[in-house]
C-alpha cells in the first residue's frame, strides 16, 4: 500500500466508545479521514498498536499526531491532567502532554511525535467542578474559525454548554442527556417501547413542552409510560418522546440558569447533524436560536493550529 507522502500531521479525536482521524498536508488541507469503533474502552492495553494500525489504514507516515478526548483519561492512554479556565484555548498548544510512542514491528524505527491534548476542568460559583475532554478542541477549532466569544453547545453522550470569553474558558455545564436517552431506551421500565418505533416529531414536541412544567426529571420520565399505558400515546412514539423530554429538560434547565441572556445573541453548536437537527427543532419550540457551526471543520482547524503552535510539556 502506498504512503500518501503529503501527509504531515494527524488529529484523532479519540473518544470512549468511537475514534474520528483527519490527515492534513503542510497547509492544514485535510488529505485523508478515518472513522471506526476503536474508541478507548476498545483499545485498552494496546493504544500503540491501535495508533499504528490507524495510520496504517491511513497511508499516514505523519510527523506529528495530536489525540484529543477519553484517550487522555483513566480509561486512556495515559492521564493528562486538566487545564482550568485560566488557560485560553489558543495556549492549549502549550499544555499537550508528550506519549511514549514506539511504532509496532514492521513500522519504521522513527515513528511520529504523539502528544495529547488536555481537557479542562471548571469550577462554577460554589466551588463545584465540571470537566470535559475532547470538546476543548472543537472549541478551539471554533476560536481558529472566528468564534471567540459566547455560548456553545456540543451536544452527544455528555452535551457540554460553555461560555467563551476572548477564547478563555469561562463556565461549563455538563448534562447527561445521550447516556440517559441511550440506557433509558435499552434497558428499564421504558425500553419495551421506546426500543422501536419510527421518528414522530409530534410526539418529539409533546416531550420537549411536557419539560418546561418543571417537574423533577424522574417524575416526567415515568410519564412517558404512563401516557402509553392510558393511551394518550402510542407505543411507536416513545421514543421520540423521550429525546424531546430529555433535550427539553436540557434547554428547561439552560433558560432557568440565564444563559439565554448571557449569550445576547444566541448560542452556537457544534455537532453531528443528527443532533444538530433535533436540537434545533426543540429549540425553535421554545423561542431559542442555534448557529449551527460545522464539527469537522472545527476538529480538523484546530489540528492545523496546533501543529503550527505546539509545545510539547
Known amino acids: 500500500m502506498a504512503l500518501n507522502t503529503s501527509i504531515q500531521v494527524v488529529g484523532v479525536d479519540w473518544g470512549t466508545t468511537h475514534r474520528r482521524a483527519y490527515a492534513l498536508d503542510a497547509s492544514g488541507r485535510c488529505v485523508a479521514e478515518h472513522a471506526d469503533?476503536?474508541?478507548?474502552?476498545a483499545c485498552k492495553g494496546r493504544f500503540a498498536e491501535a495508533l499504528q494500525a490507524l495510520l496504517n489504514n491511513m497511508q499516514a507516515r505523519p510527523r506529528t499526531v495530536f489525540l484529543?478526548?477519553?484517550?487522555?483519561?483513566?480509561?486512556?492512554?495515559?492521564?493528562?491532567?486538566?487545564?482550568?479556565?485560566?488557560?485560553?484555548?489558543?495556549?492549549?498548544?502549550r499544555h499537550m502532554a508528550p506519549v511514549a510512542y514506539a511504532p509496532s514491528a514492521g513500522a519504521p524505527a522513527a515513528g511520529p511525535a504523539v502528544a495529547i491534548?488536555?481537557?479542562?476542568?471548571?469550577?462554577?460559583?460554589g466551588a463545584h467542578p465540571d470537566v470535559m475532554r475532547g470538546e476543548e478542541t472543537q472549541l478551539l477549532g471554533a476560536h481558529c474559525l472566528g468564534h471567540t466569544d459566547g455560548w456553545f453547545v456540543l451536544p452527544g453522550t455528555h452535551s457540554k454548554w460553555v461560555e467563551l470569553r476572548a477564547g478563555r474558558v469561562?463556565?461549563?455545564?455538563?448534562?447527561m442527556t445521550g447516556e440517559l436517552f441511550d440506557l433509558l431506551?435499552?434497558?428499564?421500565?421504558?425500553?419495551?417501547?421506546?426500543?422501536?418505533?419510527?421518528?414522530?416529531?409530534?410526539?418529539?414536541?409533546?416531550g420537549v413542552q411536557a419539560a418546561q412544567g418543571g417537574s423533577a426529571l424522574s417524575h416526567q420520565l415515568f410519564g412517558c409510560?404512563?401516557?402509553?399505558?392510558?393511551?394518550?400515546?402510542?407505543?411507536?412514539?416513545?421514543?421520540?418522546?423521550?429525546s424531546g423530554l430529555l433535550i427539553g429538560t436540557e434547554l428547561h434547565d439552560v433558560q432557568q440558569a440565564q444563559l439565554a441572556s448571557?449569550?445576547?445573541?444566541?448560542?452556537?453548536?457544534?455537532?453531528?447533524?443528527?443532533?444538530?437537527?433535533?436540537?434545533q427543532a426543540a429549540a425553535a419550540l421554545l423561542g431559542m436560536q442555534f448557529e449551527v457551526l460545522d464539527a469537522r471543520a472545527a476538529f480538523i482547524a484546530a489540528t492545523h493550529y496546533l501543529d503550527q503552535h505546539?509545545?510539547?510539556v
Do not use: N
Open 37 to 41: 469503533d476503536d474508541g478507548a474502552l
Open 68 to 93: 484529543s478526548g477519553m484517550v487522555g483519561s483513566a480509561l486512556g492512554w495515559q492521564v493528562v491532567p486538566y487545564v482550568d479556565g485560566a488557560v485560553g484555548l489558543p495556549a492549549l498548544a
Open 117 to 125: 491534548v488536555p481537557g479542562y476542568c471548571v469550577r462554577d460559583e
Open 170 to 175: 469561562a463556565q461549563l455545564r455538563t448534562y
Open 185 to 206: 431506551g435499552r434497558h428499564g421500565t421504558l425500553a419495551a417501547a421506546a426500543s422501536s418505533g419510527a421518528w414522530d416529531a409530534g410526539a418529539f414536541a409533546h
Open 225 to 242: 409510560r404512563a401516557r402509553v399505558v392510558s393511551g394518550d400515546m402510542e407505543a411507536s412514539g416513545s421514543r421520540s418522546y423521550l
Open 262 to 279: 448571557a449569550a445576547g445573541q444566541g448560542f452556537k453548536l457544534i455537532g453531528s447533524p443528527a443532533l444538530a437537527t433535533h436540537y
Open 310 to 312: 505546539r509545545t510539547l
